[in-house]
C-alpha cells in the first residue's frame, strides 16, 4: 500500500506543480496558480498519514516505509528549488521569460554551488533520519523496524559519497570557471 501512495503522491507533485504553471502562464490565473502551488506540500502530508496508518496497523516496516521517509525528507529539503527550477523553464517557454538559471561549470562559484545543494541533501538526510526515528520509537518493536533503522545507514552513506564526489572533489580540483 505505501509504495502505491509513494507513486501517487509523486504523480500529485507534478500534477500539482504543471496546473499551477498552467494556470499562471497561460490562463493567466494568479490566484488559482498560488493555490495550486501551495498545495503541493498536501502532498506529503498524504504521505506521511498513510505510513503512520500503516505502521500503526501492525505492519512491518519494510522498504517502502523507509523510502516514503526518504521521500518525505527530500521533498522537504529540494521541494522549493524543483518548483523554482520547473517555473523557470516554464516561464521561459511559455511566457517570454529569461533563460533558467544554470549552475556554473568550474571554478570556485561550482564548489559554492555543490555545498549549498549538499547543505539541501543533509537537511533531506536529517529530516528523513527524525522521521525514521520517530517511526521506530513510535512502532516499539526493533524486530518490526529493522528495516527504518537499515535506511538510516543507507540515507549516511548515500551522504557520504555524495559529500566526497561533489562538494569535497569541486573544492579540491575546483578547475576554471567556464563562463
Not at 527524525?130 to 520509537?137: H, K, S, T
Request: proline share 4%; hydrophobic share 55%; aromatic share 12%.
Amino acid at each position: 500500500m505505501v509504495l502505491a501512495v509513494i507513486v501517487a503522491c509523486e504523480i500529485g507533485f507534478w500534477v500539482l506543480l504543471g496546473a499551477g504553471l498552467v494556470a499562471r502562464y497561460l490562463l493567466r490565473m494568479r490566484r488559482l496558480s498560488t493555490l495550486l502551488l501551495i498545495s503541493v506540500p498536501l502532498v506529503d502530508l498524504v504521505l506521511l498519514a498513510a505510513t503512520v496508518v500503516d505502521l500503526r496497523r501492525g505492519a512491518t516496516a519494510n522498504f517502502t516505509h523507509g523510502l516514503a521517509a526518504a521521500y518525505l525528507g527530500f521533498s522537504i529539503a529540494f521541494g522549493h528549488s524543483m518548483i523554482r527550477w520547473a517555473d523557470q523553464r516554464f516561464a521561459h517557454r511559455f511566457a517570454g521569460g529569461p533563460p533558467p538559471w544554470k549552475p556554473p561549470k568550474g571554478g570556485w562559484a561550482r564548489a559554492r554551488y555543490e555545498w549549498r545543494e549538499w547543505g539541501k541533501g543533509i537537511l533531506g538526510w536529517a529530516v528523513a533520519c527524525v522521521l525514521l526515528g520517530a517511526g521506530i520509537l513510535m512502532v516499539g518493536d526493533a524486530s518490526r523496524t529493522a528495516e527504518l533503522l537499515a535506511w538510516i545507514t543507507r540515507l549516511s552513506a548515500a551522504m557520504a559519497i555524495w559529500f566526497v564526489a561533489f562538494p569535497l572533489w569541486a573544492t579540491i580540483f575546483p578547475g576554471r570557471s567556464q563562463s
